[in-house]
């Protein structure tokens, strides 16, 4: 009689088949468990499934050991081929002074007193022209000490206000102020407060923070295509809700280009903007200015009509020779 042997699998399979034709199933495709069963080794051979598992474990852990110590004798070659060629370092160039911008700043106006001509729109907060006045300037920076004269008139010429500017090499500001017509001096004069219902004060014209001293230049930054200093400066006593201003000053031509003030909470107060500049007898001057207060949300703007240095041709006199840079678009 010959002795039948049987593996443990295989005597699952007939089992398997024996409860199929009991049930009237039956496998559909004989030996298929028995191929799917040789396809996996660790039904018949256990022990070599284990340790076939454990030899590729081995092999992977080898690989990624081989590639970690590749990695550290490539970067231990880049770091020695750096130490050899030593690479100078890019020098970063040093920004000047804050002092120093703004005194080229004040250096820049016209060597002669400079009168201008020019008009302020008042905005509503939808930026309609709700007033339009007249306003009269001559700027003599040069003087000893510095004067600045203004005078606002209604649309019919009729004076509504005038001012005085000195500014002595020591000490603050002295402003004289008269109101109405007849002129009434202003007692203490107020040079802070807005011009005849406009977002201009008295202050602004006189451009203020260009006097501030202990000014520090924080940074650079692009305005109308033109690379600015950021110059900032605390503001003395008595500059009223003021704490401080921020300015960007053209770093080609040293114009200032943006001034904004901020109260002791780091609000923004204001902005004075420089639409556009207008070159006369190579002296750069303000063409458009406007001033943008933010508690109101209100604007107005200053349009200059005329500009002309002490002693020169009136404009309807002679050939404009002007430049507009940058031209700024009337709103």
Same mark, same amino acid.
């Given at each position: 009689?010959?002795?039948?042997?049987?593996?443990?699998?295989?005597?699952?399979?007939?089992?398997?088949?024996?409860?199929?034709?009991?049930?009237?199933?039956?496998?559909?495709?004989?030996?298929?468990?028995?191929?799917?069963?040789?396809?996996?080794?660790?039904?018949?051979?256990?022990?070599?499934?284990?340790?076939?598992?454990?030899?590729?474990?081995?092999?992977?852990?080898?690989?990624?050991?081989?590639?970690? =110590?590749?990695?550290?004798?490539?970067?231990?070659?880049?770091?020695?081929?750096?130490?050899?060629?030593?690479?100078?370092?890019?020098?970063?160039?040093?920004?000047?002074?804050?002092?120093?911008?703004?005194?080229?700043?004040?250096?820049?106006?016209?060597?002669?007193?400079?009168?201008?001509?020019?008009?302020?729109?008042?905005?509503?907060?939808?930026?309609?022209?709700?007033?339009? =006045?007249?306003?009269?300037?001559?700027?003599?920076?040069?003087?000893?000490?510095?004067?600045?004269?203004?005078?606002?008139?209604?649309?019919?010429?009729?004076?509504?206000?005038?001012?005085?500017?000195?500014?002595?090499?020591?000490?603050?500001?002295?402003?004289?102020?008269?109101?109405?017509?007849?002129?009434?001096?202003?007692?203490?004069?107020?040079?802070?407060?807005?011009?005849?219902?406009?977002?201009?004060?008295?202050?602004?014209?006189?451009?203020?923070?260009?006097?501030?001293?202990?000014?520090?230049?924080?940074?650079?930054?692009?305005?109308?295509?033109?690379?600015?200093?950021?110059?900032?400066?605390?503001?003395?006593?008595?500059?009223?809700?003021?704490?401080?201003?921020?300015?960007?000053?053209?770093?080609?031509?040293?114009?200032?280009?943006?001034?904004?003030?901020?109260?002791?909470?780091?609000? $923004? $107060?204001?902005?004075?903007?420089?639409?556009?500049?207008?070159?006369?007898?190579?002296?750069?001057?303000?063409?458009?200015?406007?001033?943008?207060?933010?508690?109101?949300?209100?604007?107005?703007?200053?349009?200059? =009509?005329?500009?002309?240095?002490?002693?020169?041709?009136?404009?309807?006199?002679?050939?404009?020779?002007?430049?507009?840079?940058?031209?700024?678009?009337?709103?």
């Amino acid at each position: 009689m010959r002795a039948r042997f049987s593996s443990p699998a295989s005597e699952r399979t007939a089992a398997d088949g024996r409860r199929g034709r009991a049930s009237g199933r039956g496998d559909p495709v004989p030996g298929r468990w028995i191929s799917k069963a040789w396809k996996s080794g660790r039904h018949f051979f256990p022990r070599l499934g284990k340790l076939s598992a454990a030899f590729f474990q081995t092999l992977e852990n080898a690989r990624r050991v081989a590639a970690l =110590l590749l990695a550290l004798a490539l970067a231990a070659s880049v770091r020695a081929q750096r130490d050899d060629l030593a690479w100078p370092e890019t020098e970063r160039e040093e920004l000047p002074a804050g002092d120093e911008v703004l005194r080229r700043v004040r250096e820049s106006v016209p060597q002669a007193p400079l009168f201008v001509r020019a008009q302020l729109l008042a905005r509503d907060r939808r930026g309609e022209v709700e007033r339009t =006045l007249n306003v009269g300037l001559r700027l003599d920076w040069r003087a000893d000490p510095p004067r600045a004269d203004f005078v606002v008139m209604d649309a019919f010429g009729a004076p509504l206000a005038q001012a005085t500017l000195r500014r002595p090499a020591e000490g603050a500001p002295e402003w004289t102020i008269a109101l109405g017509d007849p002129p009434v001096v202003q007692e203490p004069p107020r040079p802070e407060e807005p011009i005849a219902g406009t977002q201009f004060a008295w202050s602004d014209l006189g451009l203020d923070p260009l006097w501030w001293p202990n000014a520090k230049t924080t940074g650079t930054e692009m305005k109308k295509s033109r690379l600015c200093y950021v110059v900032e400066v605390a503001a003395p006593p008595g500059a009223g809700r003021v704490a401080r201003a921020r300015m960007l000053v053209d770093s080609g031509v040293y114009a200032l280009l943006e001034a904004e003030t901020f109260d002791a909470y780091g609000r $923004r $107060r204001r902005r004075l903007e420089v639409k556009s500049l207008k070159k006369v007898n190579d002296v750069w001057t303000l063409q458009d200015l406007e001033i943008r207060d933010f508690e109101s949300g209100r604007r107005t703007t200053l349009r200059v =009509l005329e500009s002309r240095l002490e002693g020169a041709i009136p404009a309807e006199e002679a050939p404009s020779e002007t430049e507009i840079v940058p031209a700024a678009p009337a709103p």
